[in-house]
């Protein structure tokens, strides 16, 4: 395939950031997303020119660092793959593919196509934890009896790999998605009831303070979620906070 590529480029946060053409020969359509963009760095790299930045890390869907935006959709057109999952088959010869960073103001720009989702890590360190004894005493896994229906819905929750997609879908920029699977996962558990109350009012104190916005209510995050993470989380959190804030 013959390609013609409109990537933003940008040196960092504070510098105005520009679209550039770049047309690409001999594409294959078993080549992933990233594959491509390999091909094209090489060949820029070959004329001397800088490559592309972008960020990635298992190449397997697993650890959400290849978070792109392509035609205006995260991980592009496919559904439930990351962008390391999608495959240049999905496009063809002759396509105008234009790729961009996520775009949100708790994820500025690093570089190019890189941007900073530390936002997401300081979430999960308001809350998304539980205290338990590792001094030796501890207790058996299978001692505690869980309900399969909610070990289920926990484990689905866990399935979150905090790539951004749902931010970046969002078009108020809401991490609702991302909150809610992080506290679900433990709000459903036994070993997460003893903390709950406080931590769903630190992690959604945390999401406010990183200038997420609030859930648009039309569900664009969970159909671009790479792992289908439900709604219903985002109702489940919505319950616990309204709990733990009576609770004072």
Same mark, same amino acid.
């Given at each position: 395939?013959?390609?013609?590529?409109?990537?933003?480029?940008?040196?960092?946060?504070?510098?105005?950031?520009?679209?550039?053409?770049?047309?690409?020969?001999?594409?294959?359509?078993?080549?992933?997303?990233?594959?491509?963009?390999?091909?094209?760095?090489?060949?820029?790299?070959?004329?001397?020119?800088?490559?592309?930045?972008?960020?990635?890390?298992?190449?397997?869907?697993?650890?959400?660092?290849?978070?792109?935006?392509?035609?205006?959709?995260?991980?592009?057109?496919?559904?439930?793959?990351?962008?390391?999952?999608?495959?240049? =088959?999905?496009?063809?010869? #002759?396509?105008?593919?234009?790729?961009?960073?996520? =775009?949100?103001?708790?994820?500025?720009?690093?570089?190019?196509?890189?941007?900073?989702?530390?936002? %997401?890590? =300081?979430?999960?360190?308001?809350? #998304?934890?539980?205290?338990?004894?590792?001094?030796?005493?501890?207790?058996?896994?299978?001692?505690?009896?869980?309900?399969?229906?909610?070990?289920?819905?926990?484990?689905?929750?866990?399935?979150?790999?905090?790539?951004? @997609?749902?931010?970046?879908?969002?078009?108020?920029?809401? @991490?609702?998605?991302?909150?809610? /699977?992080?506290?679900?996962?433990?709000?459903?558990?036994?070993?997460?009831?003893?903390? /709950?109350?406080?931590?769903?009012?630190?992690?959604?104190?945390?999401?406010?303070?990183?200038? %997420?916005?609030?859930?648009?209510?039309?569900?664009?995050?969970?159909?671009?979620?790479?792992?289908?993470?439900?709604?219903?989380?985002? @109702? =489940?959190?919505?319950?616990?906070?309204?709990?733990?804030?009576?609770?004072?």
């Amino acid at each position: 395939m013959k390609l013609t590529l409109k990537i933003w480029r940008q040196k960092d946060a504070g510098t105005k950031g520009q679209l550039q053409t770049y047309p690409l020969d001999g594409v294959e359509g078993d080549m992933s997303f990233l594959e491509m963009l390999d091909v094209l760095n090489a060949e820029l790299i070959d004329k001397g020119e800088e490559p592309v930045v972008f960020d990635h890390d298992c190449r397997e869907g697993i650890c959400g660092s290849c978070s792109l935006q392509i035609n205006g959709e995260p991980h592009g057109p496919d559904r439930m793959v990351t962008t390391c999952q999608l495959h240049m =088959r999905s496009f063809k010869d #002759g396509d105008t593919i234009v790729i961009e960073p996520f =775009r949100a103001k708790a994820f500025p720009v690093i570089k190019d196509l890189v941007v900073d989702r530390s936002s %997401f890590d =300081r979430i999960q360190q308001a809350g #998304g934890y539980i205290s338990v004894n590792t001094s030796g005493n501890t207790i058996d896994a299978n001692a505690i009896p869980v309900e399969k229906e909610n070990a289920d819905e926990s484990f689905e929750a866990a399935t979150c790999i905090g790539c951004g @997609a749902c931010v970046a879908a969002c078009k108020n920029a809401s @991490a609702m998605l991302f909150t809610s /699977a992080k506290v679900s996962q433990f709000a459903l558990l036994p070993q997460g009831r003893v903390e /709950a109350t406080r931590r769903v009012l630190n992690m959604v104190e945390q999401m406010d303070k990183e200038g %997420f916005g609030n859930c648009s209510n039309t569900g664009a995050c969970e159909i671009e979620c790479p792992k289908g993470i439900s709604l219903e989380n985002i @109702a =489940r959190m919505n319950r616990e906070y309204l709990s733990a804030s009576l609770k004072g």
